[in-house]
T-cell receptor, first 113, second 112 residues
Framework: KAGVTQTPRYLIKTRGQQVTLSCSPI?????VSWYQQTPGQGLQFLFEYFSETQRNKGNFPGRFSGRQFSNSRSEMNVSTLELGDSALYLCASSGGTSTYGYTFGSGTRLTVV | SQQGEEDPQALSIQEGENATMNCSYK?????LQWYRQNSGRGLVHLIL?????REKHSGRLRVTLDTSKKSSSLLITASRAADTASYFCATDATGANSKLTFGKGITLSVRP
């Protein structure tokens, strides 16, 4: 059974640019959550999608957005990149609740220069 | 905001020893989960304990939960060098709707 796949693994962008990250959940999982991990703030929840609908959202500016497709794959987009957006972005998939825990991908390391 | 606060922040032990990590949280929870992360890679789910459970075992892992004190502990017995990693507790707060809140993590070093 394939795990959670995140692409790309590494990304270097310039301030002001935008970026799109992709996450393919475990087959059959309908929930995808996104987290940002930085040394200063730790792991912070961005948003969660379930069956193509955003079900929950963290405290991030509107520059951070996401969507989920009918095959449960999800993308997150960050517009007008800032240096502080440099982070490891992790996505996690589940069947829809946290009852059995989440399966995380290996993450996308975004560096903004 | 961080709900889970792990203690200690760093732990260094000899292979074969037991490692105990603690986590405190602030609100009512549905469950509490522990994850491991190796060198900035993805998180690996270790164990989940529900709010109505007090203790749970999985292999060399034992987790306890005290909802009256809003605290949990993770015990790794007979540690191995391969257990070297960062460990995070994460809470699924009541009403949080599938949002996990993580602590800042504990860095465990197991010396061979």
């Amino acid at each position: 059974k394939a795990g959670v796949t995140q692409t790309p693994r590494y990304l270097i962008k310039t301030r002001g640019q935008q970026v799109t990250l992709s996450c393919s959940p475990i087959s059959g999982h309908r929930s995808v959550s996104w987290y940002q991990q930085t040394p200063g703030q730790g792991l912070q929840f961005l948003f969660e999608y379930f069956s193509e609908t955003q079900r929950n959202k963290g405290n991030f500016p509107g520059r951070f957005s996401g969507r989920q497709f009918s095959n449960s794959r999800s993308e997150m987009n960050v517009s007008t990149l800032e240096l502080g957006d440099s982070a490891l972005y992790l996505c996690a998939s589940s069947g829809g609740t946290s009852t059995y825990g989440y399966t995380f991908g290996s993450g996308t390391r975004l560096t903004v220069v | 905001s961080q709900q889970g606060e792990e203690d200690p922040q760093a732990l260094s032990i000899q292979e074969g020893e037991n490692a105990t990590m603690n986590c405190s949280y602030k609100t009512s929870i549905n469950n509490l989960q522990w994850y491991r992360q190796n060198s900035g890679r993805g998180l690996v789910h270790l164990i989940l304990i529900r709010s109505n459970e007090r203790e749970k075992h999985s292999g060399r892992l034992r987790v306890t939960l005290d909802t009256s004190k809003k605290s949990s502990s993770l015990l790794i017995t007979a540690s191995r060098a391969a257990d070297t990693a960062s460990y995070f507790c994460a809470t699924d707060a009541t009403g949080a709707n599938s949002k996990l809140t993580f602590g800042k993590g504990i860095t465990l070093s197991v010396r061979p």
